[in-house]
T-cell receptor
Framework: TQLLEQSPQFLSIQEGENLTVYCNSSSVFSSLQWYRQEPGEGPVLLVTVVTGGEVKKLKRLTFQFGDARKDSSLHITAAQPGDTGLYLCAVRGLVHFNKFYFGSGTKLNVKP | DSGVTQTPKHLITATGQRVTLRCSPR?????VYWYQQSLDQGLQFLIQ???????AKGNILERFSAQQFPDLHSELNLSSLELGDSALYFC?????????????FGPGTRLTVL
């Protein structure tokens, strides 16, 4: 069983559309991170959310941490082909702080 | 460019063999993490070192070992390789180990075991 469940697994949309991807768990976390990974490259950190209910914006990307700090969402407004990639959420271990656990990711394809 | 370097970029070898993957962290980063990414398992945390000491261990097989040297570069040794070890191996580094320390990932080493 995965600690973090991400949905949807795959998403293919047209340029200009909005989308939301989700990262869910039954556990409570002190923080949660979102990464984007492009083919052939390592993941790049987009944001870290820490406080329950926190909303962070990064240009057209809006990240929200659930009130109970068990889940998070990433909303992209007016998606562009450059947003194409694998979106991963990650958390630190509940017992071992230096262990990181990643979700299986949402593979986003934005068609021009 | 994250500032983390990994060599080699690609590695093709046979079952039963042993390989060494190398990682140089960003200048000033003391912490190094190793991850394995395969199609069916996603990104799996293997092991973490901080300033030469092992700090956390994840799903790392006994056939695998790692170390961080005094100059802070790290090596991941994979032995008795099996077909299932074929994957992308990433190294990441961070300044320290606190919650606010961002991990910077290297470009990865693609290992193919034939």
């Amino acid at each position: 069983t995965q600690l973090l469940e991400q949905s949807p697994q795959f998403l293919s949309i047209q340029e200009g559309e909005n989308l939301t991807v989700y990262c869910n768990s039954s556990s409570v976390f002190s923080s949660l991170q979102w990464y984007r990974q492009e083919p052939g490259e390592g993941p790049v950190l987009l944001v870290t959310v820490v406080t329950g209910g926190e909303v962070k914006k990064l240009k057209r990307l809006t990240f929200q941490f659930g009130d109970a700090r068990k889940d998070s969402s990433l909303h992209i407004t007016a998606a562009q082909p450059g947003d194409t990639g694998l979106y991963l959420c990650a958390v630190r271990g509940l017992v071992h702080f230096n262990k990181f656990y990643f979700g299986s990711g949402t593979k986003l394809n934005v068609k021009p | 460019d994250s500032g983390v370097t990994q060599t080699p970029k690609h590695l093709i070898t046979a079952t039963g063999q042993r390989v060494t993957l190398r990682c140089s962290p960003r200048s000033g980063d003391l912490s190094v993490y190793w991850y394995q990414q395969s199609l069916d398992q996603g990104l799996q945390f293997l092991i973490q070192y901080y300033n030469g000491e092992e700090r956390a261990k994840g799903n790392i097989l006994e056939r695998f070992s790692a170390q961080q040297f005094p100059d802070l570069h790290s090596e991941l040794n994979l032995s008795s390789l099996e077909l299932g070890d074929s994957a992308l191996y990433f190294c990441a580094s961070s300044v320290g180990t606190s919650d606010v320390n961002e991990q910077f990932f290297g470009p990865g080493t693609r290992l193919t075991v034939l």
